[in-house]
Structure formats: structure tokens, C-alpha cells
């Protein structure tokens, strides 16, 4: 089903990733504050200024981990800013789309889009809460943008449910099945063939659909979508056409409520 001579997405986020600092970044910093203090010590007044340096550093580990929360805070916040500029000049890729599934007005006030793959963690983690969101918000338009970049080497998992939950969208079976592919902690694609069985979808119906040009053209302009805009990984959630810097709901709501409110 997936085109070989596709380009290969960029690399999946790891969507947890601001929620703490990884030995590799805390290191990095530990060796950068180390070299400033040498680079530095020629023109410090007394002698084993280095030497101070770390001593102070392994008397106080935490100075650390606050130059590793300040940095990754600083590279969030870069990283939303280029997103959000990149999506303001190039507001018509995310125009109303009949071909994606949605759940609210068509004319909301608010639009919510949500870039994901079925087998990401993130997106997982966060699947239930979203759909509470949903609930809350019955005058806000969520959008699902089926973007699958976890297939690596023969594995096309992603893919296959993606194609599968577009397919049960054609038979108006989309949200019992995005909520049980989420919910599926060994998906593969016999798990996704039960599922479609189990929420009703025909599946000699539902695989003409998955193979069909019109499905691949779909995956392939939300692919197309996600690259132009710098999208790094999933869940991506862009309210009103800004994303967020987080995947947590409670602030993601926050983000929907603000977005009215404007």
C-alpha cells in the first residue's frame, strides 16, 4: 500500500520528551559549564578556578538540571514560535479538508487539529483525555489528521491503521475505531482487522478503501502537510492554527478555552 519512492517523514518526537532531561542534554551542559569555567580561568583572580568549578558542581547537581530545564525550555519555545510562523504562511494547508474525519461545527469559532500515529505513545497516553475534551467542547471543530512516521523497514503498521480508520470513516464508523486502535497495546494488523470487525465496518469494503488512490493521495498530502509545516513528531495539536507546547490536556483545554476567548 505505502509508495516506495515516498520521502521518508522525519523522525517521530519523542512526545514526553519536555516532561524531564535526559543524561545525554544533562552532560552536554555539565561538559559546557566545565569548559566556560577553563575558557575562563586564565582571567579569574586566584589560582584552581577549574577546580572550584567543579567542586561547586558536585557540591550542587541541581545547578544542572536547571541549565538543562532552561535550555529545553528555550527550544520549546523556539520550536513553537517557527512552527506557528511556518503555519501562518502557509495557512491554506490547514483549510477545512472534506476528506478528513471531524468531530463539531463546521463553522466553530475554534478549530482544533490533531496530527497522530496509532502507535505512538503520546498520542496513547493522551487518547482518552482528548476525547473528553471532545465531549466538553461540543462548539469547538476537532479535526484528526492521520499522519503515520512510526514505520520503519517492512513494518507499516502505522500505516494500516491509518488507511483502516480512514477506511471506517468512509462507512461512518471513524470514532469507535480511532478510540479502540488507541486503545490497542499490541496493534498490528490483525489487531486492526478485529477491530474493524468488532466496531461493524464491512472489511471486504473497508481494504478496497485502504487500497484505493484517493487514500493514498490523502496520506500522502498530510504527510506532505506535516513536512512543509515542521512538524516533528505526534501528537502535534494546532488550536486555531497554533500549536501547543504541550500534549497535556488540562492545558491543551486551556489553549481552547484562551482561543475562544481571542
Given at each position: 500500500?505505502?509508495?516506495?519512492?515516498?520521502?521518508?517523514?522525519?523522525?517521530?518526537?519523542?512526545?514526553?520528551?519536555?516532561?524531564?532531561?535526559?543524561?545525554?542534554?544533562a552532560?552536554?551542559?555539565a561538559?559546557?559549564?566545565?569548559a566556560?569555567?577553563?575558557?575562563?580561568?586564565?582571567y579569574?583572580?586566584?589560582?584552581?578556578?577549574?577546580?572550584?568549578?567543579?567542586?561547586?558542581?558536585?557540591?550542587?547537581?541541581?545547578?544542572?538540571?536547571?541549565?538543562?530545564?532552561?535550555?529545553?525550555?528555550?527550544?520549546?519555545?523556539?520550536?513553537?514560535?517557527?512552527?506557528?510562523a511556518?503555519?501562518?504562511?502557509?495557512?491554506?494547508?490547514l483549510?477545512?479538508?472534506?476528506?478528513?474525519?471531524?468531530?463539531?461545527?463546521?463553522?466553530?469559532?475554534?478549530?482544533?487539529?490533531?496530527?497522530?500515529?496509532?502507535?505512538?505513545?503520546g498520542?496513547?497516553?493522551?487518547?482518552?483525555?482528548?476525547?473528553?475534551?471532545?465531549?466538553?467542547?461540543?462548539?469547538?471543530?476537532?479535526?484528526?489528521?492521520?499522519?503515520?512516521?512510526?514505520d520503519?523497514?517492512?513494518?507499516?503498521?502505522?500505516?494500516?491503521?491509518?488507511?483502516?480508520?480512514?477506511?471506517?470513516?468512509?462507512?461512518?464508523?471513524?470514532?469507535?475505531?480511532?478510540?479502540?486502535l488507541?486503545?490497542?497495546?499490541?496493534?498490528?494488523?490483525?489487531?486492526?482487522?478485529?477491530?474493524?470487525?468488532?466496531?461493524?465496518?464491512?472489511?471486504?469494503?473497508?481494504?478496497?478503501?485502504?487500497a484505493?488512490?484517493?487514500?493514498?493521495?490523502?496520506?500522502?498530502?498530510?504527510?506532505?502537510t506535516?513536512?512543509?509545516?515542521?512538524?516533528?513528531?505526534?501528537?502535534?495539536?494546532?488550536?486555531?492554527?497554533?500549536?501547543?507546547?504541550?500534549?497535556?490536556?488540562?492545558?491543551?483545554?486551556?489553549?481552547?478555552?484562551?482561543?475562544?476567548?481571542?
Amino acid at each position: 500500500m505505502t509508495d516506495p519512492d515516498a520521502p521518508t517523514p522525519p523522525p517521530a518526537r519523542d512526545p514526553l520528551a519536555f516532561f524531564g532531561s535526559g543524561r545525554g542534554g544533562a552532560l552536554a551542559v555539565a561538559i559546557s559549564v566545565l569548559a566556560l569555567g577553563l575558557s575562563i580561568a586564565p582571567y579569574a583572580t586566584g589560582g584552581g578556578f577549574g577546580e572550584k568549578v567543579r567542586a561547586y558542581l558536585v557540591a550542587n547537581p541541581q545547578v544542572l538540571d536547571e541549565a538543562v530545564q532552561a535550555r529545553q525550555a528555550a527550544e520549546e519555545t523556539n520550536r513553537v514560535e517557527t512552527i506557528n510562523a511556518t503555519v501562518a504562511a502557509n495557512a491554506s494547508l490547514l483549510a477545512p479538508d472534506p476528506r478528513d474525519p471531524a468531530v463539531g461545527p463546521a463553522d466553530a469559532k475554534v478549530t482544533v487539529i490533531e496530527f497522530f500515529d496509532y502507535r505512538c505513545p503520546g498520542c496513547k497516553a493522551v487518547s482518552e483525555d482528548y476525547l473528553a475534551l471532545i465531549r466538553s467542547h461540543p462548539d469547538v471543530r476537532f479535526v484528526f489528521k492521520e499522519w503515520p512516521i512510526l514505520d520503519r523497514g517492512d513494518d507499516t503498521t502505522s500505516q494500516y491503521a491509518a488507511r483502516a480508520a480512514l477506511a471506517a470513516h468512509a462507512q461512518g464508523r471513524y470514532l469507535p475505531v480511532h478510540q479502540a486502535l488507541m486503545a490497542e497495546a499490541a496493534l498490528d494488523p490483525a489487531a486492526v482487522d478485529r477491530i474493524l470487525t468488532e466496531n461493524g465496518v464491512d472489511l471486504a469494503r473497508a481494504r478496497a478503501a485502504m487500497a484505493s488512490p484517493e487514500t493514498d493521495a490523502l496520506i500522502a498530502d498530510i504527510n506532505g502537510t506535516g513536512q512543509t509545516l515542521g512538524l516533528v513528531g505526534t501528537p502535534t495539536f494546532l488550536i486555531n492554527g497554533r500549536t501547543t507546547s504541550t500534549i497535556n490536556p488540562v492545558e491543551v483545554s486551556a489553549a481552547i478555552e484562551a482561543a475562544k476567548a481571542r
